[in-house]
């Protein structure tokens, strides 16, 4: 057998079909809204009012953040019930250099000080909001306050070897210890009402529809590349790794690989993406609080992947839009009250009847559709042999 | 059971000479490890000499297992010394990352590929080379690694299997791509731990004949196994286990001759 039989190998594109359809679709969506909002009239059937656009931006960023879980959660087997904290803490790197974008337009007129701290009667600004008036400084906290948390975490988790629902469980307590920390007043973070009352982003007036619409592309953007980026490393070697410490950590390290050090890096990109998610977000819905650290959230994330198909990275993305659509919409009329036992019910429902959720149940349709060239005398089922 | 140069050493009572003196690939001396109180390895010594293949008998709960676990850093012994390549590498001060690092592969005895991946990544994935988290996210296969590839599946006879998943295979085949795995990693020290569990009488012979030339092609293999008719078409040095020690080691027909091994083990 010569090395073109290797050559020959069937080697997953960049971009399949689905993520090709995935990216098309951003692209028309980025295209669309901003053109229905502009160049439509209010009064027309079509029109897309800015605060739908704000919605969908929205919708972007937990997509992005959902597919910061996937990548971990589909691909690695980590299973983070604390995927919110890094979000959040991107959403508060954000919030702080919009916060120092107010400038004198607060209540209290201080130019340095937020109106929190003047009410806290802070006489000066605390050491670690140094620098968030500068938008490159802050953009680089979106990116390093969740990896290094990541890092850190991950050093510690992966190395003691804590896996499974262990991990599941401090991720969650990290998410939870944040959650306490952030509510307390001198904390420096605007405690209980978080951070908000935004008036300009790097000079533009926040609130304005061209604003919201640049923000809103810029989120499709995000996810897009977010989208490529988490493609690119789960078709690498690197990525293989990944699925490989998922289904059998042993035998990699027994490979001679570091499982740990696959993991935490994994584990920080992951958290980078859900920082800028976070970053993005904020700007969008005006405020970021201290709840966005709340275990429950970090949960929902979790729902969203599998609803949409874990391990196939679009269908995070699409279960997150999906899960959320439907939270707008039930949320706002008489159903209100029962939405959570809804979500709950549709967790249970999606691992019940659609364990590999909307997009994993579709690509095994459509497996099963494709003409196998099967090899005489060797067993089709994906099952290992009863012992 | 320790050699001559190793007695000498010994009576010149200078424990970091006895490493040096041991010309063994595998060396393992008073290896004790002990679960809550019970004695899974006692004062277990052998050596395995570059190039040798050895085959481990012995009944359930004799440590085979165990000796493998220690060997390969998975459980750490209360007492006693484990060297590698010829006494230069003490074993019980590394992890299993590192340990596979240096050349010693291990096949369990439930057979473990990634069940997900190609039959062809699986190889990949063991092939020996970069195993950095950060350079492997650019990596590229080079020729060579093709090449070697195609070479190991010619070998565990899978070239045909190449496309299908892991998980996809019979089980005998696991057992073969797992071997292959090990090739891929061209360890100095392969240990199997019950390669012909379930398998056919033909896949038995098979696998006999595979790990025959795997030792010819210059690696030391360490084969656990209970089949004895597997062992007797090994034809080669065979040691029996025994409530965590050696209790003979010979050829087949001379272990197998041993009162005490007929009695705790073969049954008489």
Known sequence: MSASVTNMTRQPALLGTSGLIFLAVLVAVSVLVPVLNLAVAPDSAVHVPTYVVSLLGKYLTYALLALSVDLIWG???????????????????????????????????????????????????????????????????????????????????FRSRVTGVYLS???????????????????????????????????????????????????????????????????????????????????????????ENYKLVAFVVSAMLAGIAGALYVPQVGIINPSEFSPANSIEIIVWVAVGGRGTLVGAALGAVLVNYAKTYFTSGILAPYWLFMLGGLFVAVTLFLPKGIVGTYYDWREKRRPHDDIPGAPIAAAGPAE | MTDSATLESIAEAAPAAKKELTEA????????????????????????????????????????????????????????????????????????????????????QKPTVFENHTVLDNLRLALKGQRRALPNIFHRESAAARERIDEIFETIRLTE????????????????????????????????????????????????????????????????????TFVRDLGVRVMCLHEGSVLAEGTLDQVSANERVIEVYLGR
């Open chain 1, 75 to 157: 691909y690695v087997g980590i299973l983070s019930l604390g995927q919110g904290a890094f979000f959040a803490l991107g959403g508060y790197a954000m919030g702080m250099y919009l916060m120092r974008q107010i400038g004198t337009r607060g209540v209290y007129g201080d130019p340095v000080l937020p109106d929190f701290m003047v009410f806290l009667n802070w006489k000066e600004l605390p050491w670690f909001w140094y620098g968030f008036d500068m938008f490159p400084f802050a953009a680089l906290m979106v990116l390093l306050a969740p990896g290094l948390l990541a890092l850190v975490f991950g050093w510690f988790a």
């Open chain 1, 169 to 259: 469980i401090i991720t969650q307590a990290m998410t939870f210890a944040l959650l306490l920390a952030f509510f307390r007043n001198d904390m420096g973070f605007g405690g209980n009402n978080g951070l908000t009352d935004f008036k300009d982003i790097l000079g533009f007036n926040i609130q304005a529809d061209g604003t919201r619409l640049v923000l809103f592309v810029l989120s499709a953007l995000a996810l897009g590349l977010g989208y490529v980026l988490c493609r690119f490393l789960v078709r690498s070697h690197f990525g293989k790794v990944l699925v490989a410490i998922r289904d059998a950590e042993t035998r990699v390290r027994f490979t001679g690989y570091r499982a």
């Open chain 2, 25 to 108: 690939l595998l060396y393992l001396d008073a290896v004790t490890v002990t679960f809550d109180g019970f004695r899974a390895l006692n004062a277990l010594s052998f050596t395995v000499d570059p190039g040798e293949m050895r085959a481990v008998i012995g009944p359930n709960g004799a440590g085979k297992t165990t000796m493998m676990d220690v060997i390969t850093g998975k459980t750490r012994p209360d007492r006693g010394d484990v060297f590698f390549n010829g006494g230069t590498t003490d074993l019980t001060k590394l992890d299993e990352t590192q340990i596979a690092t240096l050349g010693i592969g291990r096949k369990f």
């Open chain 2, 161 to 228: 299997h190449r496309d299908r998943l892991g998980g996809a295979l019979s089980h005998g085949q696991k057992q073969w791509l797992e071997i292959g795995m090990l090739l891929a990693q061209d360890p100095k020290l392969l240990l199997v731990d019950e390669p012909v569990a379930g398998m056919t009488d033909a896949e038995t012979a098979q696998t006999a004949e595979l790990l025959r030339e795997i030792n010819a092609n210059g690696h030391s293999v360490v084969v656990v196994e209970h089949d004895m």
